[in-house]
Every structure is written in structure tokens, then in C-alpha cells.
């Protein structure tokens, strides 16, 4: 479970994130929706220790993000943000082996290189392992960053927006691969998404932020109806009963 | 080194079997090393053979050649001494400047500035224009001295201290930032520095500049005892950190989901790197381009991110290029005084040509 008392953390006098009353429940798929400046980026890199907040506790499966040793919270939490810096002369694998780092501090065993391609196959990656990562579009360079986090074997799994740059088939495909890592691994996913849709679709929880703030968080049943959906995105929004679940439309 | 070679093909023996079973490409080919493939690893290992044979040539040319005594007599030995000092010098410096770059590339992401431009070699300049300044020609030998040396080193490791320990750790806690300064301040004290020689008599700015110009033959032999197992110290470290080094060059958020220290890893780095760069300064005077040109050369001939590799390879790089230099100029033109301009030169439009080229920072 992760679980936050009081988070805030201010910019400014109008730039505000919280307090934040929070708990996300362990396992299954954590939608964070809310329009552009909502906080849930930053909510989400507090959670992963990449900023500090200035007020409150976080706590991941009951360790503070703060206190606990930062090496010993990269087996228990990871976080991938939305940009990565990339080394050219990386390749896929490379990269991906890079998420072994917290287990193995770098020196790969036999089970470090097992546990490197069940994550590469896990997200399609087998006949691109070997090229440089400066020879692969977005949305593969995406994807190999995926694998590397899935390959730190963590529990928890923060993804900041994870879909950029993926195509319809697969954005598609990731959700299913998150799905099935929930699922039959048993991690707890927690990932930012702008298609609400897809959040609607795939996520076990969701939760709805705006100005700061958690606004609603619940079942996707709870969340995807029109009055919820209309006042966070502040624009009108009709939920229909497509043929493969409930659509919000907003076109 | 020896041990990757051997574990290498032993790791790629276990696992045809089950390969086969798994119905993967052959496993042997699926490892995260430092090579994609097996042709990039011999590649490398040939280089940096090939590096090795030159640098014994070097080292061989640089003690014996035109040694008028036969090889292996007491008197080629005497003479092979003499010149033994401006070896260990080329050594040393190659070690400082170009593990020294690469730590400092790693660490700040970039692969343009290094630690020359946050104003070490002005403030080399500051020390040395203000002791000539001060105190007349009779000062410049006060600069002089294993205590004078030991002085100097800690004013500079102590100086990139409190840049790094006010910048990092304050409320900027940005490397741009950081940058900025450190050229503002080496710009600043560069400036500060020329004043000064441009209120010297000819004859105080003529001792100085010998001073100033990196020079292999200018070196005191005396410092040679205690910079070495420092330069060795601060270099080891490095090496050894080499692993996290690998994970810092993913950048901050990476390094930090990956559960280093970014902040401790980066100052104790940048210390190492301060530590290195004092010594290479004190010994043979500021070498702008150099380091930038060796890092960019070892980075092609690695063709790896793993520092393991990169290290070594820099090294001797570094000292084919400053060694071979020496030895060209020495005995071809008998120049030796100038190897310090010729590299800075080479460096400097090798520099240009590769700003240029990417036509941005």
C-alpha cells in the first residue's frame, strides 16, 4: 500500500500541491487522471523520492520515502518519468540490464541476464535488443525503459505517462503488459495517464486530480460518469456504453 | 580486467540448452555487457593492445633514444634516469587529465565542458601572476617548494569545495547553474590575472610565462612523491566507482530510481576530479584542450558506456598523445619546451571542429 498523510508542497503562493490525503491499495492498476497541472506528476515523483515535498509522510509498502536508504527503496519502489536523458552508445539490453543495478550492483549473474530478457520479451523488444538506443524511434526508446523498470522487479511500479509517443497498437499492448505484470506478478502500478479511456478501460482504481488536489478516487465505475468526468477536465463530457465497456466522449 | 576475459565466454557456455528449449535466439549472444556483439569487444581489446605496444615504444623512445651509451650499460641506465622524470610527469598528467574528464563528462551529463572551464586553470594563473606580482621575480620561485605545491593543490581542491558544496547543496541545486559560475568565475579570474601581467616589468612577465605554458621539462621532480599516490588515490577511487559511474551517465532520476546517492556520488566525483586536476596543474601549468581531446578519442575507441573500459583506454590515450608528442618534438624539432601549445592547439581546433559539426552544446 502506499499511503500519504498531509503531502504538500508549494511553488509559489499560487502554485500549491495539496495536502494530499492518500491511499493507494496494493496490486492491481492505479490511474492518476486530471487536467494539465494537476500535481499528478509531481505527486507521483514524491512518491518515487525524486523531489522532496515540503510537509507530510509518504509511505510505500510501509517504508518512508524519505528515511529509508535510497538503495535498498530501488527494491521496493521504481519510477519512470516522462523524459530520460539517454546514452548514445547504450543499447536496448544495456539499458534494460541497468534495472538489475539495485539487486546485483552492476556485475549481471546468470539470473540478473534471465530476469534482463524475460523483461525484454515481456515488452516485444527481442530483435531491437542489440541496436543503440539513438537508432530507435520514441516510442521503442519508450518502451526499452519500461522493460529496464520492470526488470528492477519492484513491487511497486510508478510510470509518469508512459504512453507518449506509442501508437494505438501499442499503447494498446502496454496496457495489457501492465495488466498482466499486475495481475500474474503481483505488482501495484501506479501510472499517470492523459486518455481517460484508457484509464477507464484498464486501471482498478483511478484516481482524479485537479488544482492540487485529490478531487475522487474509486472504481472505474465510480469515476467514469458524467458529472465526475465534466467537472475535473472543466469541460462537458457524455459517458456511452460502447461495445467494450464505457467511453467518455468529449470530442 | 584478466577476469572479465575469462568469465565472459564461461557465462556464454551455460546456456545453450536451455536456449533451445526457450526457442530464443542463441542465449550466448543475449548478455548486457559492455559489447553488443563479439566483434566490438575483440575491437576494443585490440585497441587497447595496440595502445600498449605504442606506449612501450614511447616509453622506450623517450629513455633511450639517442642514448649514446649500448643498451643494458651502467651508463645508458644513468642517462635512461635523467630522462625517467619528464616520463613519469607525461604519465601522471595523462592519468590526471583524462580519467579526470571522463568522471567529470559522466557526472554532469554533457560532453563539451570539462573541468578546465569551471576555473581551475585561472586560478593557477591567479596564484602565480599574484606571486610574481607581489613579491617580484624573487616570487616566482616562492610558488616553488613540495610545501608551496601541497598549498596549492589544497587551495584548489578547496576552492572547487566551496563552489561545489555552496551551488550543489544550496537552494540552486542545479548544474547549469553551477556552470554558469564557474565560468563566470574563471572568466573573472582570468581577467583579474591578465591585469596583473599587464603591470609587470619584461623581465617578471618573461619568468611568468615560462611558468604559465604547460611545460613536461618545467616540472619538479620533488612534487613527484606526493602527487603520484595522490593522482593514484583519487584515480583508483574512480576506477572502482566505475559501476556507479555507469549508472550516473542515465542521468539524475534514473541514478536516483536506481538507488544511488546522486548528490554524495556527484560531490565526492567532483572532489576526486578537483584532486586530479590540482595535481596535473601544479606539475605542468593549465592544459586546456588537452583532456577534452583525449576523452573524445577514448570515447570513439571504447565504443562502450561502461567505465571499466573507458578509464583504461583514456589513460593511454592520454599518454600516447601527450608522450608522442613529447617524443616528436623532442627529438624531430627539438622543441620540447612547446608540447603544451602544440596539444593546445590540436585540442583546441579538435574542440571547435566537434562543436561545429554537432552545431550545438
Same mark, same amino acid.
Given at each position: 500500500m502506499i499511503d500519504l498523510t498531509s503531502v504538500a508542497k508549494s511553488y509559489s503562493s499560487e502554485v500549491t500541491i495539496g495536502p494530499v490525503d492518500l491511499q493507494i491499495p496494493a496490486g492491481g492498476i492505479t490511474a492518476m487522471v486530471g487536467p $494539465?497541472?494537476?500535481?499528478k506528476s509531481t505527486l507521483l515523483t514524491m512518491v518515487g523520492r525524486l523531489l522532496g515535498m515540503d510537509t507530510g509522510t509518504i509511505e510505500v509498502a510501509g517504508y518512508d520515502v524519505v528515511s529509508t536508504r535510497s538503495k535498498d527503496l530501488a527494491k521496493i519502489v521504481s519510477i519512470l518519468r516522462q523524459e530520460n536523458h539517454f546514452?548514445? +552508445?547504450?543499447?536496448v539490453r544495456q539499458l534494460v540490464g541497468f534495472g538489475r543495478f539495485p539487486h546485483s550492483g552492476g556485475r549481471l549473474t546468470p539470473i540478473d541476464e534471465e530476469k534482463v530478457s524475460e523483461s525484454i520479451d515481456f515488452l516485444g523488444l527481442q530483435d531491437l535488443e542489440? +541496436?543503440?538506443?539513438?537508432?530507435?524511434s520514441g516510442g521503442q526508446r519508450q518502451r526499452a525503459y519500461v522493460a529496464m523498470v520492470l526488470a528492477q522487479d519492484t513491487d511497486y511500479l510508478l510510470l509518469d505517462e508512459?504512453? $507518449? $509517443?506509442?501508437?494505438m497498437r501499442h499503447s494498446v499492448q502496454m496496457m495489457q503488459h501492465l495488466r498482466r505484470a499486475a495481475r500474474e506478478l503481483n505488482r501495484t502500478v501506479v501510472i499517470v495517464l492523459h486518455d481517460i479511456n484508457f484509464a477507464g478501460h484498464y486501471a482498478d482504481h483511478i484516481c482524479a486530480m485537479k488544482n492540487g488536489r485529490v478531487e475522487h478516487f474509486g472504481t472505474p465505475a465510480e469515476i467514469m460518469t458524467p458529472e465526475v468526468l465534466s467537472s475535473i477536465f472543466e469541460t462537458p463530457v457524455d459517458v456511452v456504453e460502447g461495445p467494450r465497456g464505457r467511453l467518455a466522449v468529449y470530442y | 580486467m584478466a577476469e572479465t576475459l575469462t568469465t565472459l565466454p564461461a557465462r556464454e557456455e551455460q546456456r545453450p540448452a536451455e536456449a533451445q528449449l526457450t526457442g &530464443?535466439?542463441?542465449?550466448?549472444?543475449r548478455s548486457a555487457g559492455a559489447w553488443p556483439t563479439r566483434f566490438r569487444r575483440n575491437r576494443y581489446w585490440i585497441i587497447l593492445a595496440g595502445l600498449a605496444l605504442l606506449s612501450v615504444a614511447i616509453t622506450y623512445g623517450i629513455l633511450g633514444?639517442? %642514448?649514446?651509451?649500448?643498451?643494458?650499460?651502467d651508463g645508458f641506465w644513468r642517462i635512461a634516469k635523467l630522462r625517467a622524470t619528464s616520463l613519469v610527469v607525461i604519465i601522471v598528467v595523462a592519468f590526471c587529465q583524462s580519467i579526470s574528464t571522463v568522471a567529470f563528462h559522466t557526472v554532469t551529463n %554533457? &560532453? #563539451? #565542458?570539462?573541468?578546465? #572551464?569551471?576555473?581551475f586553470e585561472s586560478l593557477y594563473r591567479v596564484v602565480q601572476t599574484g606571486a610574481v606580482f607581489v613579491l617580484g621575480v624573487a616570487g616566482a620561485t616562492v610558488v616553488q617548494g613540495l610545501w608551496q605545491f601541497l598549498g596549492q593543490v589544497l587551495v584548489m581542491v578547496a576552492f572547487s569545495a566551496l563552489l561545489y558544496g555552496w551551488l550543489l547543496t544550496?537552494?540552486?541545486?542545479?548544474l547549469h547553474i553551477m556552470l554558469l559560475v564557474g565560468i563566470i568565475l574563471g572568466g573573472g579570474l582570468g581577467a583579474f590575472a591578465t591585469l596583473m601581467q599587464r603591470m609587470l616589468s619584461p623581465a617578471e612577465f618573461d619568468v611568468l610565462t615560462a611558468r604559465l605554458i604547460g611545460s613536461i621539462s618545467n /616540472?619538479? /621532480?620533488?612534487y613527484l612523491g606526493f602527487s603520484l599516490p595522490m593522482a593514484g588515490v583519487a584515480g583508483g577511487l574512480l576506477w572502482l566507482g566505475s559501476q556507479r559511474l555507469n549508472v550516473m551517465a542515465l542521468g539524475r532520476e534514473a541514478a536516483v530510481n536506481l538507488g544511488i546517492n546522486h548528490r554524495r556520488t556527484m560531490i565526492i566525483v567532483l572532489l576526486l576530479v578537483s584532486v586530479m586536476m590540482a595535481v596535473s596543474t601544479s606539475l605542468?601549468?593549465?592544459?586546456?584542450?588537452f583532456g577534452f581531446l583525449v576523452a573524445m578519442i577514448s570515447y570513439q575507441l571504447a565504443d562502450t558506456h561502461d567505465h571499466r573500459f573507458t578509464f583504461p583506454m583514456a589513460w593511454l590515450t592520454g599518454f600516447v598523445t601527450l608522450g608522442g608528442a613529447y617524443f616528436v618534438l623532442k627529438n #624531430?624539432?627539438? /622543441?620540447?619546451?612547446?608540447v603544451g601549445i602544440i596539444i593546445e592547439i590540436v585540442g583546441g581546433t579538435f574542440f571547435l571542429l566537434y562543436v561545429l559539426r554537432k552545431g550545438r552544446l
Open positions: $494539465n497541472g494537476a500535481g546514452v548514445t +552508445r547504450l543499447t542489440k +541496436r543503440y538506443l539513438d537508432e530507435l508512459p504512453l $507518449n $509517443n506509442l501508437d | &530464443r535466439p542463441p542465449v550466448g549472444e633514444w639517442e %642514448n649514446p651509451m649500448p643498451f643494458g650499460s %554533457n &560532453r #563539451i #565542458i570539462t573541468p578546465s #572551464i569551471m576555473g544550496g537552494r540552486f541545486g542545479n /616540472a619538479d /621532480a620533488t605542468v601549468g593549465p592544459m586546456t584542450f #624531430i624539432f627539438y /622543441a620540447q619546451g612547446s
